[in-house]
């Protein structure tokens, strides 16, 4: 789960992270008030969306005069926000962040990251903040450092001084990072983060630290375990259709395909979409019906698929192991008459009961394409969604 900006700052000042004073605006008056409290002469304006490149973007004034913050607030609210991350179709901006102006005298980029092939946590710092940090991977990537936690997802002073002294500060800045890091470190293990990022790290005119932006990432797994980071997600930010797969209890997640796909198991999903992109097709989804495929789940799996208009046709791909293919079957007929199912549909069924399963679907009246292998399965759609095209 991603946060914004603002929330992300707020978590990071409860850690003891430095952050520019700041305040919350919907309304172009909002946005005046908040900067009448803050001090000048000089405020920003930074729209709030999940995605970077905003100030790419135009999502980012630098304002020197309340009149000027007035004039930024009007220009982004409401916009449809385009950047690199977002997409040609953009996000609009619901709300903006108005804070204080910092003196910058550098930049770095730091971050705390869960790297999945080490299995652990890793500090990630760079004396090249400001920018893409896949960009200096790319250009220069001995201008990034790292430093693994350990098992007990600890970082040791003498890492954190090591990564800060890679980055040229002085030994009063380091002491300042060091202190900064473990903060950083401590929210990301008690918040279950999969990534919290600062970019940039300011290095003031005085010679301070100061986190200018900040993202972070949330193990949606861990979630209930955090009511207030739970509490911080944006309904707005979603996916329409991946809300709609939530509310419904159905794992759904949204590509750009038009083949759309339900199956039971996540690494069989995987497979499949697999499968379908080698028969020439490009998957519209990734659904997980689970373990409990029952009627009622291929039912709302069918509604959240149809209201995505750019699926032409359906791959149901189930392995019945504890669930039976013939329970699953008499589901996919009675939900497949519930919603109304008209688009082509190809169901692959294996494992328990599969023969009765079969069955149901040859005797149900209804026109179900059937498949004995997933590669079978995954050719006929592939035909089908081609001749609806």
Sequence with gaps: ??????????????????????????????????????????????????????????????????????????????????????????????KVWVEQGTDIARELYLAVVLDRGAQCLTVMASPDGGMDIEAVAASTPERIFTSRLDSAHQLWPFQARELFFGCGLTPAQIGEGVRLLQGLVRLAVAKDATLVEINPLAVTGEGHLVALDAKMNFDESGLKRHPDVAAMEDPEEC???????????????????????????????????????????????FLDAGGGADEDTVAAGFSVMLSDPHVRGILLNIFGGILRCDVVAQGVVNAAKRVNLQLPLVVRLEGTNVAEGRRILRESGLKFETADSMAEAARKIAELTREAR
């Design 1 to 94: 789960m991603n946060i914004h900006e603002y929330q992300a700052k707020g978590l990071l000042a409860e850690f003891g992270v430095p952050v520019p004073q700041g305040g919350l605006a919907t309304t172009v008056q909002e946005a005046r008030a908040v900067a009448e409290k803050l001090a000048g002469p000089v405020w920003v304006v930074k729209a709030q969306i999940h995605a970077g490149g905003r100030g790419k973007g135009g999502g980012v004034k630098v304002c020197k005069s309340l009149d000027a913050v007035e004039e930024a607030a009007r220009a982004i609210l409401g916009m449809q926000l385009v950047t690199h991350q977002t997409g040609p179709e953009g996000k609009k901006v619901h």
């Design 239 to 285: 996916d329409p259709l991946e809300r709609k797969g939530q509310e419904l209890g159905v794992n759904y997640v949204r590509l750009n395909g038009y083949v759309g796909t339900m199956v039971n198991g996540a690494g069989l999903a995987m497979a499949t979409m697999d499968a379908i992109k080698q028969a020439g097709a490009e998957p519209a989804n």
